[in-house]
């Protein structure tokens, strides 16, 4: 762990083994810390916000540090798109391509630091003068899952340290390693002792007492919804800022006028990239019922052919799960399915190759017959599951896409641009794809409606979440106004 400028484990001196989820070898040993070493953490925060001058520092000067983290992140790319792979199993392209992200993120908020110089607004008061400012909000606990450990990350680090607040970050504690490797770049780049902190532990403990504690004004999450929820109640006890990256059942629709190719390929990748563990997955396909079986039949014939196998081995197209636990709730899911009566078109059983009997690998599945009311269909499986629908029109395709408690993303397919419009007009999701699935980029907000979350992260609306926003009023004539005689 790294607190107050100082690398230490756990004041317990509790560990936990690091497992590669391909082939459950241990890779690490982590420090398993506790709300003890949590608040040693706040408290290294607290004073290097309250009493050091980093929330002060001209904002260009924090911008260079910032943006000297993105530099180092590229000079360290393959190392740290290694260490993502032997953590999470993803292919060694797909942490490649993480790692170049990751670095874009902190060059974006690096760039970013000094780029709102606050407004001076007319104001209705007569010889008055009024500016509005952001300010930083203070300490921020940011709680980061397993699926895109860096990445997850980088989108909290980079705004929070950019905008002048301190920092306790705690990764999931199966997939720490690359999160700690930043905070040896984020030492390296000379970000003064106390303002950015990192815990490592258990979500029970550490991350509970980062939502719960005082002295953090601000707790960032991303993660399940259940654990959201909780962090939400725990906010409330002094009334944190809150910030919230939850799940999505994520709709991806396809009209029979789209390239049909090309929808079926993206389609694959909509939900079985990662292994389906992505919080923006397609999982849920949305076909025109003139072309379901055609489209199934073609998705089928590929999904069959997808490679599973080592992260490192350039030909794997996808690695493991992530855990035991992990493909055991999937396995639960695919039960769930077939006993609501979903047809079963492709997977739903482990591979039977011996050399993947070692890691938690699971078949790409894929459901056909599949109703709204199903729920398979409702529910965030986070897995390489695709439930299968048929619409007639595009009212009857945008109701069932928002047939959902979450709202984080969609996609739609079809060469009719008006009709494309018409369907992402009316998408209850924080980001609509229109013949695309997937991309995100720095420069664009990120995030849910509903019960996909709270806030955006990314964008210029990913530094405004850590800022409170000041009102300053000078009277410029200051006389008695006689109210009281
Ligand atoms: P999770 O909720 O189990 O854990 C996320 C983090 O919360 C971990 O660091 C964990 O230790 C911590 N945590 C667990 N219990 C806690 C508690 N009581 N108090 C405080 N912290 C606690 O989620 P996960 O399984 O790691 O990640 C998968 C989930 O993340 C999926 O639901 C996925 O959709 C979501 N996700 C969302 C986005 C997004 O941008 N919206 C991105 C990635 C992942």
Same mark, same amino acid.
């Given at each position: 762990?790294?607190?107050?400028?100082?690398?230490?484990?756990?004041?317990?001196?509790?560990?936990?083994?690091?497992?590669?989820?391909?082939?459950?070898?241990?890779?690490?040993?982590?420090?398993?810390?506790?709300?003890?070493?949590?608040?040693?953490?706040?408290?290294?925060?607290?004073?290097?916000?309250?009493?050091?001058?980093?929330?002060?520092?001209?904002?260009?000067? %924090?911008?260079?540090?910032?943006?000297?983290?993105?530099?180092?992140?590229?000079?360290?790319?393959?190392?740290?798109?290694? &260490?993502?792979?032997?953590?999470?199993?993803?292919?060694?392209? *797909?942490?490649?391509?993480?790692?170049?992200?990751?670095?874009?993120?902190?060059? #974006?908020?690096?760039?970013?630091?000094?780029?709102?110089?606050?407004?001076?607004?007319?104001?209705?008061?007569?010889?008055?003068?009024?500016?509005?400012?952001?300010?930083?909000?203070? +300490?921020?606990?940011?709680?980061?899952?397993?699926? #895109?450990?860096?990445?997850?990350?980088?989108?909290?680090?980079?705004?929070?340290?950019?905008?002048?607040?301190?920092?306790?970050?705690?990764?999931?504690?199966?997939?720490?390693?690359?999160?700690?490797?930043?905070?040896?770049?984020?030492?390296?780049?000379?970000?003064?002792?106390?303002?950015?902190?990192?815990?490592?532990?258990?979500?029970?403990?550490?991350?509970?007492?980062?939502? +719960?504690?005082?002295?953090?004004?601000?707790?960032?999450?991303?993660?399940?919804?259940?654990?959201?929820?909780?962090?939400?109640?725990?906010?409330?006890?002094?009334?944190?800022?809150?910030?919230?990256? &939850?799940?999505?059942?994520?709709?991806?629709?396809?009209?029979?006028?789209?390239?049909?190719?090309?929808?079926?390929?993206?389609?694959?990748?909509?939900?079985?990239?990662?292994?389906?563990?992505?919080?923006?997955?397609?999982?849920?396909?949305?076909?025109?019922?003139?072309?379901?079986?055609?489209?199934?039949?073609?998705?089928?014939? %590929?999904?069959?052919?997808?490679?599973?196998?080592?992260?490192?081995?350039?030909?794997?197209?996808?690695?493991?799960?992530?855990?035991?636990?992990? %493909?055991?709730?999937?396995?639960?899911?695919?039960?769930?399915?077939?006993? *609501?009566?979903?047809?079963?078109?492709?997977?739903?059983?482990?591979?039977?190759?011996?050399?993947?009997?070692?890691?938690?690998?699971?078949?790409?599945?894929?459901?056909?017959?599949?109703?709204?009311?199903?729920?398979?269909?409702?529910?965030?499986?986070?897995?390489?599951?695709?439930?299968?629908?048929?619409?007639?029109?595009?009212?009857?395709?945008?109701?069932?896409?928002?047939?959902?408690? #979450?709202?984080?993303?969609?996609? +739609?397919?079809?060469?009719? &641009?008006?009709?494309?419009?018409?369907?992402?007009?009316? &998408?209850?999701?924080?980001?609509?794809?229109?013949?695309?699935?997937?991309?995100?980029?720095?420069?664009?907000?990120?995030?849910? #409606?509903?019960?996909?979350?709270?806030?955006?992260?990314?964008?210029?609306?990913?530094? *405004?979440?850590?800022?409170?926003?000041?009102?300053?009023?000078?009277?410029?004539?200051?006389?008695?106004?006689?109210?009281?005689?």
């Amino acid at each position: 762990m790294f607190i107050n400028g100082e690398w230490m484990n756990a004041q317990s001196g509790e560990t936990r083994d690091i497992v590669n989820p391909y082939n459950q070898t241990v890779i690490a040993t982590a420090a398993e810390g506790n709300e003890k070493d949590t608040r040693a953490a706040i408290q290294a925060a607290r004073l290097a916000f309250d009493e050091s001058s980093w929330s002060v520092l001209p904002a260009n000067e %924090r911008g260079e540090l910032v943006y000297q983290i993105g530099t180092l992140i590229r000079r360290d790319l393959q190392k740290l798109a290694e &260490l993502e792979t032997w953590d999470t199993g993803k292919t060694v392209q *797909e942490s490649r391509d993480d790692m170049a992200d990751i670095a874009n993120v902190f060059l #974006y908020f690096g760039g970013l630091a000094d780029k709102d110089g606050g407004d001076v607004i007319q104001s209705p008061m007569p010889a008055a003068e009024s500016k509005v400012v952001r300010e930083p909000v203070g +300490v921020c606990g940011q709680i980061t899952p397993w699926n #895109y450990p860096l990445l997850q990350a980088a989108w909290k680090i980079a705004p929070a340290l950019a905008a002048g607040n301190t920092i306790v970050v705690k990764p999931s504690e199966i997939t720490p390693l690359t999160t700690v490797k930043v905070f040896e770049l984020i030492e390296e780049a000379g970000i003064p002792k106390g303002v950015a902190n990192l815990v490592l532990g258990p979500g029970a403990s550490t991350g509970a007492e980062l939502s +719960v504690n005082h002295d953090v004004d601000l707790i960032s999450f991303t993660g399940g919804i259940e654990t959201g929820k909780t962090i939400m109640r725990s906010a409330s006890h002094n009334v944190k800022n809150i910030a919230l990256e &939850l799940g999505g059942k994520n709709p991806n629709i396809v009209f029979a006028d789209a390239d049909f190719t090309t929808a079926v390929d993206q389609a694959l990748n909509a939900v079985f990239f990662h292994a389906g563990q992505v919080c923006s997955a397609g999982a849920r396909l949305l076909v025109e019922e003139s072309i379901h079986d055609a489209f199934v039949e073609a998705l089928v014939e %590929r999904t069959k052919r997808i490679k599973l196998g080592d992260g490192f081995d350039e030909n794997t197209q996808s690695g493991p799960m992530i855990s035991a636990e992990h %493909r055991a709730k999937v396995e639960h899911y695919v039960e769930i399915g077939q006993k *609501e009566g979903a047809v079963l078109a492709a997977g739903g059983q482990r591979p039977d190759d011996p050399e993947l009997q070692h890691g938690f690998f699971y078949l790409p599945t894929i459901f056909t017959n599949c109703t709204s009311d199903m729920r398979i269909v409702q529910e965030e499986v986070f897995g390489p599951v695709l439930t299968v629908e048929t619409f007639q029109s595009k009212e009857e395709a945008v109701k069932l896409a928002n047939d959902t408690i #979450y709202g984080l993303a969609g996609g +739609v397919w079809t060469q009719d &641009l008006d009709k494309a419009e018409f369907v992402a007009a009316r &998408l209850r999701m924080g980001t609509v794809w229109i013949n695309d699935f997937h991309p995100y980029f720095a420069q664009a907000p990120w995030g849910g #409606y509903k019960q996909s979350g709270i806030g955006r992260e990314l964008g210029h609306e990913g530094i *405004e979440e850590y800022t409170e926003v000041k009102h300053i009023y000078r009277n410029k004539q200051p006389e008695p106004i006689h109210w009281f005689q």
